[in-house]
């Protein structure tokens, strides 16, 4: 199967960004991203609450009023899992700091619990300290997920 594996924060795509260094890793060379400064405090268009309840109504995930979630998948080959936190500003989603290891549908479902596609993503590597946009970040994960 398939497995996209990840370690990111999740913020709203600026269409300000510019394009970054490339960052070149054991698993290919990635086009980043340069957020602008003004955009460090921006909020995405989902509403905190609103997205956590989304969230939550997912089959085995749970999730804490503050913000911290797990969302797991069946045992056995299946197995695979998301985890990580959610912050908000002004009700509204600011970040989502999560890693994992799941198939391309569950990230799609996931995503969509922070208003993806609608929401275009800045992806932040968390390992490498880039941002990259949401395809480059799609493209990374499955190469994370095929060396295991």
């Known amino acids: 199967m398939n497995q996209f594996r990840f370690d990111v924060s999740l913020h709203p795509f600026s269409s300000a960004a510019i394009a970054g260094p490339p960052l070149v890793d054991r698993h290919g060379t990635w086009p980043t991203i340069v957020p602008p400064g003004e955009s460090a405090g921006m ?9 956590l309840a989304g969230l939550a109504a997912l089959e085995q995930a749970f999730v804490e009023p503050d913000g911290s979630f797990v969302w797991v998948g069946p045992g056995g080959e299946g197995r695979w899992q998301i985890d990580g936190n959610a912050y908000e500003r002004h009700g509204r989603v600011l970040v ?27 992806v932040q590597l968390v390992r490498a300290g880039v941002f990259v946009d949401e395809p480059t970040f799609r493209r990374h994960a499955a190469a994370v997920g095929a060396a295991g």
């Open 43 to 51: 909020t995405m268009a989902s509403d905190f609450d609103e997205a």
């Open 96 to 122: 989502v700091e999560t890693k994992g290891i799941c198939p391309v549908d569950v990230l799609d479902r996931f995503l969509a619990v922070w208003g993806w596609p609608g929401q275009p993503l800045a």
